[in-house]
């Protein structure tokens, strides 16, 4: 709930900013509701296995990234 609120204050403050601009919300099925890309990207340079949380090209290009 807190990534939402966050970033519906973002959504306003875009708003305020600029008119024009639309934010759009999507929601994630519920087994993904619990992930986030910064977990997804920690549990990847930590050598952790992201295979059944991110497609397979994600998965290649975060394991290219660091490995470096």
């Known amino acids: 709930m807190s990534d939402f609120e966050f970033e519906f204050q973002m ?6 900013i600029e008119p024009s601009v639309e934010t759009v919300f999507l929601m994630p099925n519920e087994k993904y509701s619990y992930l986030s890309s910064s977990l ?29």
């Open 11 to 16: 959504a306003l403050m875009n708003r305020k």
């Open 40 to 68: 997804i990207k920690d549990i990847a340079q930590r050598g952790g296995d992201i295979a059944s949380f991110v497609p397979d090209i994600v998965k290649e290009k975060l394991s290219r990234r660091f490995s470096k």
